[in-house]
């Protein structure tokens, strides 16, 4: 009898056990995902990285990270929601700095073919003109992400703004860095077309040039587009602070020339798979440019810009031998200090 009632009661405390212990967790649960959604929206990434349910409970996966409303319509996108995915927005791990009118357009373009790379949509100017907006602000204007995705921005003025080395440095050390180069005197006629071509009553390039406007006297080294062109000075300020080996150099002709053999390289160096190849280019001889077959938002094929590839105006032949003659000392500088014969005339 005795024992009979001591076994009722220890099969009721067992089982009131159980159901505390469920009532328990069912409760924190939801304390957790409460929680989470009260912090401020900048601690949220790492709170959660920081809550050891994340790997018990499937409540978790449901605490958002994006605004209600969040319009990203890229197919790769929707694809992740539809599996129940929630991509978080992250610093970028690797840079396109540079250069100006040297092909970063078109890099950025062909990467992200890459269904590991997400890239921010537009020029962010963080680290020259937005740096005072904080790094929570860079972060918000960064494509959201998944675990093991790479996020990629690019802003072609950060590799010769002076400050940019030391604050991509301390965003992380670890940041890589991407620079596609052109032959400073074709890239120097692209950065004045441009120009011209937004403000006509320009002058012209050869009086541009020279310092007194007279073809052959000295080259006017602080013109913008002539002393952009001087590579190595600007990549002396980013070895300061980066090792070389952080750093690809991207022959902006030969990406023109042949994509994928410069992907390949720059697939190898972000340490992802090869998924981007020749399959995925095919060269539009009328324009004189590469275009991809498919790429992000685009189902047909397509181009790079119209503004891309628009033709240079004429310059007489002694202003490039007396720019080459020039540049020369300059760029084997370069080559040196990259190690790469990049081969400019
Ligand atoms: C949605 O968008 C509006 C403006 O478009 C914005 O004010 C709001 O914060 C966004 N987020 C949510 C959750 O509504
Ligand atoms: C810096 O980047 C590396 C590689 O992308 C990453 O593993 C590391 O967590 C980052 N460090 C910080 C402090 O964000
Ligand atoms: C430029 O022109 C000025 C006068 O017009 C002349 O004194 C000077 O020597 C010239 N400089 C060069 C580099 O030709
Ligand atoms: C090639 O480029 C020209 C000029 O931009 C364009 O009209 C044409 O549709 C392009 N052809 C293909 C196959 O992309």
Redesign the pocket.
Known sequence: MEFSVSRKIIVALIILAAISIYITFTFNSCLVSNISNRVPKWRRTSVVNEIPLIHYTSSVRVVSLLEGNETDLSPKYKLFKEQGLRPERQ?P?ALIIGVKKGGTRALLEFIRIHPDVRAAGSEVHFFDKNYHKGFQWYREHMPPTLEGQLTIEKTPSYFITKEAPRRVHM??????LLVVVRDPVTRAISDYTQAVSKKPDMKSFENLVFINGTVGSIVDTSWGPIKLGLYYKYLTRWLKFFPLSQLLFISGERLIQDPAIELKRVQDFLGLKKVVTEKHFYFNSTKGFPCLFKSEGHSAPHCLGKTKGRSHPYVDPLVLQRLRDFYRPFNMRFYQMTGINFGWP
């Open positions: 610093l791990e965003m992380n050390l670890s940041t890589k």
